[in-house]
């Protein structure tokens, strides 16, 4: 019996590691997973559908205000993640900006960019009010943290996020972002109106893609993909056992 034993445990570690192989890292983030180091928390959140970008937010209705944290990789280690509103067209020509990057002293920093055009960039204030703006840097990504004023009973805003390769760190002035399709995408309707601070919970996928695509497609490990496979591979190994 011994002897027979170890070949069969042999076969159901092998496929066991294979599932764990499938299962890459990427798969497994999602928003609900994400702390802060500032420890501020959010009503909601959305595994955003492109450049593996996040979106935590709490839509305040009694005051317009839109509290949220976006966390994004930048392309490369020294460069850039944005977040923003456009107040007039779904794309980037009219979005009122935050850029995170860090600045000479290696610092995680962020600017606020008019974006009036495909080739216009104006620093400066945005069209709306925006308050407690700040950014933190870990484990190779960023975070923006803002609150900005949004029209009075808005049902959706517009946003737009986008990741850069390189930055001017004394102006904070991005280089280009790629052209690939994700960057291209990268925009969509954030539902605001059945999820003020008492609506719907941290994870409620809310944000759909002007192209037709909505939230995350990658396997949600977080909530319950991982268990599952988890399960079959248990139910696997005691049947190999009991042979």
């Known amino acids: 019996m011994a002897s027979s034993l170890h070949p069969v445990l042999l076969v159901s570690v092998s496929w066991i590691s294979l599932l764990a192989l499938l299962i890459s ?10 702390t802060f180091k500032n420890n501020k928390l959010y009503a909601q959140c959305n595994d955003l559908p492109y450049l ?3 979106l935590h937010w709490t839509y305040s209705a009694s005051n317009s205000s839109l509290s949220v944290a976006f966390v994004a990789t930048p392309a490369k280690s020294d460069g850039w993640v944005a977040w923003a509103i ?12 935050l850029l995170a990057y860090k600045n000479e002293k290696g610092a995680p920093a962020v600017n606020t960019l008019n974006i009036s055009s495909y080739n ?3 620093p400066g204030k945005l069209s709306f009010e925006v308050w ?5 840097f870990s484990n190779g990504s960023f975070t923006i943290f803002a609150t900005v004023k949004v029209p009075k009973d808005a049902a959706s805003v517009n946003q737009v996020w986008q990741v ?9 002035f991005p280089e280009k972002h790629d052209v690939a399709p994700a960057n291209l995408k990268s925009f969509g309707t954030l539902s605001l109106g059945a999820n003020s601070t008492t609506g719907t919970p941290a994870g409620t996928n809310t944000t ?4 037709g695509g909505g939230g995350s497609g990658a396997l949600r490990i977080g909530s319950g993909g991982n268990m599952g496979l988890f399960s079959v591979s248990l139910l696997v190994l005691g049947a190999l056992i009991a042979l």
């Open 25 to 34: 890292p990427a798969q497994a983030a999602t928003c609900t997973s994400q």
């Open 132 to 136: 407690d703006v700040s950014a933190e």
């Open 52 to 54: 593996s970008s996040y």
């Open 86 to 97: 456009n107040p007039t067209q779904t794309k980037m020509a009219g979005a009122q900006t």
């Open 120 to 122: 216009s960039i104006v």
């Open 208 to 211: 759909t893609n002007s192209t």
């Open 164 to 172: 850069g390769s390189a930055v001017n760190k004394t102006s904070g």
